[in-house]
């Protein structure tokens, strides 16, 4: 009977799974509300979940797993955010969306058949020092994952500097063409050089 | 006394006797600090200030007096310390034990400069000394030979007959712990409840989790079988002998890990020690007055063999302290075997409905919180409790935590939150002493993970300086935050947008790469692992 309700609940959750899409590079600022209305064009959305961040210590975008209505939908808005560019909340940092997966979810349902043996091994055993080593992997395995995290927290930085510095830029020289423009300078050069301003 | 989260946990081992010219000294064998067990002539890592590397020594001597901790060490040199004195080749890992008597030999320090415990074997050819094993040569963190006196600032490899005056067969590599632990067991016996836990429990423990059930036995009935104790010492005393012997071996086996992971992160051991003496000067007179009743109850359910001599001294606080341990722990106990059981547990705790963030920061603060890394990542909240309460026979509410974008999959993380502090302690130390499922050892520490707090805004996320804006498009802007839209091709928001997808790509791509590696270097490790098992058997 446990296994019977255990395998159903696991089945409902897998198809909650397929219909859920997961959001990431979020603003912090993004609202369930916002997340509602960015999708509505092309898909109902039904539950909105955010990811806490407990593991990394650094400033990273939010993150949500959204419910939507069916499959259909949940592919459909993935294909949006990977054909276009999607942005929600400020630009021009678009959000990436992709297919959810079981273990995304931190109140999943257990998968019943996971095999959950445990062991105890102590000093002299033959297996210990080899456990050991893996231990000490694992542990290298995270230093190795946290310094890649860093290093691209710190890329998107550096991007958003240099996008910011063009910007600023960018923004100067139309000023400076509006400016030109507004006060006339632009028909004296064009008086001088010859040019017909009206092509 | 759930004090906040760093406070270090401590509590006294086994009792040696009394000295001092007041007789206020109490003499010990053995203390757990920050859940590692620490005995009688250890090899351990000390910390001095302002000293980035770690001494290495000998603990000679324990005691408490006045409500100080202390320990005598006997010091070990390395090469380059006494490089002046001698010249020649110096042996890998091998350091050098002082000798003779004055400055240099052995000093007194507080307790809680003790960093962990070191692996140093002796690898003397002298007769008296047992000669170890390649097994353990090849384990051991260093060995050493030779004996640096430090009166005549000599080197050499003749063994003395007595060093800070013990003899060196008790001193260097005893034959067994049990030699240690005979001469004191017959000094403490009046502990009733211990050695009733015992006599209960005469099938051989294969695992220290089994004692937690002896002791629970043992605290049932303390008083009223006091009296047979006195008649059966005799007995009673090879029991606790090879309960002893056999409650060691898997204690021992936190402090290699711990010795191995000390070094690992260096530099994290080293910040700990730093703040550890100074702050512990300040905790002295709050941590020692607990003691006496901590280790009431932290030995019961924890080590037998932490002989309570305070029976004798107040016995209705022991019952009633007992009382709330047996209240706990067959709690524990009887969880296991109804299955009903656990989901009325977890119906109980929904009536308060307080959030997980909350019962996470509440349960921070009062030391129950334990985050334990390596596990399966499909591994759901039911199944680590599951885990938990079928491995250490104690409940606890999990829940997995690993960050989709960034955290990597191979290797799962999930908070626990236990009943009690010293659950929380019981558990760390054990999963830390070699916890292993589906082939994953796992390993935990105490405490919440620092995170910072968001800082608001998105990085990528431009805004345009220095246009004078209007009132109405002020406001238009802030509606702005809560609009979408998909880029159109037409404007510079595209290119600009377009760099994002790229570097996300590229990102995505990096990190598919590097988990891939891990997973195929522990696949690749696991199997070597077990080749070399099968090889060796």
Request: aromatic share 8%; hydrophobic share 35%; proline share 6%.
């Amino acid at each position: 009977m446990e296994t019977s309700k255990a395998s159903k609940d696991y089945a409902d959750f897998l198809d909650k799974v397929k219909r859920t899409i997961y959001l990431d590079q979020l603003s912090p600022q993004v609202t369930t509300q916002v997340i509602k209305a960015a999708l509505a064009q092309c898909a109902n959305v039904v539950n909105v979940e955010f990811i806490v961040n407990y593991t990394i210590p650094y400033d990273i975008p939010s993150a949500a797993l959204v419910e939507l209505e069916d499959e259909m939908q949940a592919k459909a808005v993935v294909e949006l955010t990977t054909d276009f560019p999607f942005i929600i909340g400020g630009m021009p940092r678009p959000v990436k969306a992709t297919h959810a997966k079981a273990e995304m979810f931190p109140d999943r349902p257990p998968c019943p058949g996971i095999k959950k043996d445990f062991r105890w091994i102590k000093l002299g055993d033959d297996e210990f020092d080899s456990m050991n080593k893996q231990k000490i992997l694992a542990k290298r395995q995270e230093s190795e994952n946290m310094a890649l995290i860093k290093m691209q927290l710190e890329e998107e930085k550096e991007l958003a500097k240099q996008q910011q510095e063009a910007l600023d830029a960018n923004c100067k020289k139309y000023d400076m063409l509006e400016v030109v423009v507004q006060n006339g300078g632009l028909r004296n050069l064009a008086h001088c050089y010859g040019v017909n301003l009206d092509d | 006394m759930n004090g906040n989260s760093e406070e270090i946990q401590f509590s006294w081992g086994k009792r040696r006797g009394k000295g001092g010219a007041k007789m206020d000294t109490q003499f010990y064998e053995s203390f757990t600090l920050d859940n590692v067990q620490y005995s009688l002539y250890d090899c351990v890592y000390l910390f001095k200030h302002g000293d980035p590397e770690p001494y290495i020594g000998k603990i000679v001597k324990i005691w408490e007096q006045n409500q100080a901790k202390k320990v005598k060490i006997l010091w070990f040199f390395f090469p380059d310390e006494i490089q002046r004195y001698f010249s020649g080749t110096v042996m890998e890992k091998e350091i050098f034990l002082a000798s003779g008597d004055g400055i240099g030999l052995a000093d007194i320090n507080p307790l809680e400069a003790v960093a962990g415990k070191c692996n140093v074997l002796c690898t003397s050819k002298d007769e008296r000394i047992r000669q170890p094993s390649p097994q353990e040569l090849a384990m051991a963190d260093y060995i050493f030979y030779r004996f640096f006196d430090v009166k005549h600032c000599t080197l050499s490899d003749q063994l003395p007959d007595k060093i800070v005056g013990l003899e060196v067969t008790i001193l260097l590599n005893p034959k067994d712990e049990q030699v240690i632990s005979n001469p004191s067991a017959v000094n403490v016996l009046p502990s009733p409840n211990v050695n009733e836990g015992l006599a209960a429990t005469v099938p051989p423990l294969r695992s220290a989790v089994k004692e937690v059930g002896s002791s629970v036995a043992a605290v049932a009935l303390p008083q009223p079988v006091s009296k047979e104790v006195d008649v059966n010492p005799p007995a009673a005393i090879p029991l606790s002998q090879s309960v002893v012997k056999e409650d060691q071996k898997p204690v021992t086996t936190i402090p290699f890990s711990q010795s191995v992971v000390k070094k690992e992160d260096k530099k994290s051991v080293a910040a700990i020690p730093y703040s550890r003496p100074a702050v512990k000067e300040e905790e002295k007179p709050v941590a020692s007055t607990p003691p006496p009743r901590s280790a009431a109850v932290e030995s019961v359910p924890k080590n037998t063999e932490s002989q309570n001599a305070h029976a004798g001294e107040r016995p209705p606080k022991r019952l009633k302290l007992s009382q709330e341990a047996t209240v706990n722990t067959t709690s524990d106990v009887a969880e296991i075997r109804p299955l009903e059981l656990p989901s009325l547990q977890a119906d109980r705790s929904k009536w308060f409905n307080i959030s997980w963030d909350e019962k996470l920061q509440i349960a921070d603060d009062q030391g129950r919180l334990v985050y334990i890394q390596n596990l399966d990542i499909r591994f759901a909240a039911a199944d680590i409790e599951e885990l938990v309460r079928g491995a250490l026979q104690l409940s606890c509410t999990a829940r997995p935590i690993n960050h989709p974008t960034y955290d990597d999959p191979n290797n799962g993380k999930a908070y626990c939150i236990f009943k009690s502090k010293n659950a929380a302690d019981l558990a760390v130390s054990k999963i830390n002493s070699g916890l292993v499922i589906g082939g994953r050892p796992l390993y935990s520490s105490k405490g919440l993970l620092k995170v910072p707090k968001s800082s608001g805004t998105l990085v990528g996320h431009l805004s345009v300086h220095n246009i004078k804006i209007t009132q109405k498009q002020r406001e238009e802007q802030k509606k702005a935050v809560s609009t979408s839209h998909c880029s159109q091709p037409n404007t510079i928001e595209y290119d600009l947008a377009l760099d994002w997808m790229l570097l996300q790509e590229k990102q995505e791509q990096k990190f598919r790469i590097l988990h891939k590696k891990h997973k195929d270097d522990r696949q690749g490790f696991a199997s070597m692992g077990s080749k070399s098992v099968k090889a060796g058997k």
